[in-house]
């Protein structure tokens, strides 16, 4: 039988403050996947916990290559080494 379902994890609050175009865009699409009987909001949760996992993938190697400190992953640095300040206020790294 399978009438039995596990708790779905607790679910918080996020705001992301996006351009005026993706937000229309996005409204737009929201109306669309509903009345097609999708979910919306799981779509979006896939798609932000993939994002995550890039973001974090791309976190670490450049963690890794400034030798920042990170216990729980064991890196240890200078912090800063190897980047650089750019115009946009960012650090870029040194190639």
Known sequence: MDVLRRKQAETE??????????????????????????????????LLAEAAHVIEEELTEEELHAGVVDEAKGVRGTGKAGLRLVSDGRRRRDH
Do not use: H
């Open 13 to 46: 609050v996020i705001s992301v403050r996006v351009p005026s175009e993706l937000k229309q865009q996005l409204s737009e699409q929201e109306c669309r996947v509903e009345r097609l009987g999708f979910n919306f909001n799981a779509t979006l949760v896939e």
